[in-house]
């Protein structure tokens, strides 16, 4: 993937528009059985992921958001069809989750990362102005440790001016594979839509590694 520049190119029988909400689960074990193939998203509280989500489902209200930062408080799990899901992790980072609830899900996406066969891939949704923070390494370390692909998505890109927002997409990038080496990083401005082809383009590639066919 060009991390330098936004992938114009649209996804090819991606079906993202199909989804639909599933279940929510609390822990690893209430998830959905763990066949087909799944990606996740991290990011976080006020990172835009919702708005991601939604923008690449082209939907408006798939993933519920919120400007009370930390809302999502389980493992938000969308249909794509029945080999194919998107799943919503925990808003994370925020100051005012308790201390309890933040070592829970530690411990969760941990088990999450290294036990889920049917996970391709992990999206992690950082705000362009604030990127890596420590929930940002953490996620990717979880990742890099699970050998799992990973896609730093550099959200809001629209709230800089072009030039800095790569010059702060190569910056990240060389922080990112200084983490992760397998990981890619690209630019979005989800409410805009830019960006969007590009995030979908490579989960159809994560997909193709555990689903024969797409929807028509």
């Known amino acids: 993937m060009n991390t330098t520049s936004i992938d114009s190119r649209p996804a090819i029988n991606s079906g993202f528009h199909l989804a639909s909400y599933l279940t929510s689960a609390h822990t690893v074990a209430q998830l959905p ?93 950082m705000d362009v102005r604030h990127p890596m923070k420590p929930f940002d390494h953490d996620m990717l370390n979880f990742a890099g440790a699970a050998g799992l692909p990973c896609l730093a998505v550099l959200n809001k890109a629209d709230k800089l001016s072009r030039q800095q927002a790569q010059r702060n997409l190569r910056a990240v990038n060389s922080n990112v594979k200084a983490v992760h080496a397998g990981a890619e990083t690209v630019l979005l401005a989800a409410l805009k839509r830019q960006g969007v082809d590009a995030l979908a383009a490579q989960l159809v590639r994560w997909f193709e590694d555990g689903v024969e066919e797409f929807p028509k």
């Open 33 to 125: 059985e763990d066949c087909g193939a799944e990606v996740a998203f991290a990011g976080r509280s006020n990172s835009g992921k919702s708005s991601t989500i939604n923008a690449l489902c082209r939907q408006k209200a798939l993933a519920r958001t919120s400007k009370t930062p930390g809302r999502t408080q389980q493992m938000v799990v969308f249909e794509l069809d029945h080999d194919r899901r998107l799943v919503d992790l925990p808003g994370y980072g925020y100051a005012k989750v308790p201390a309890r609830l933040r070592a829970h899900w530690g411990a969760e996406l941990q088990r999450y990362f290294n036990r889920r066969q049917s996970l391709r891939g992990l999206v992690i949704v």
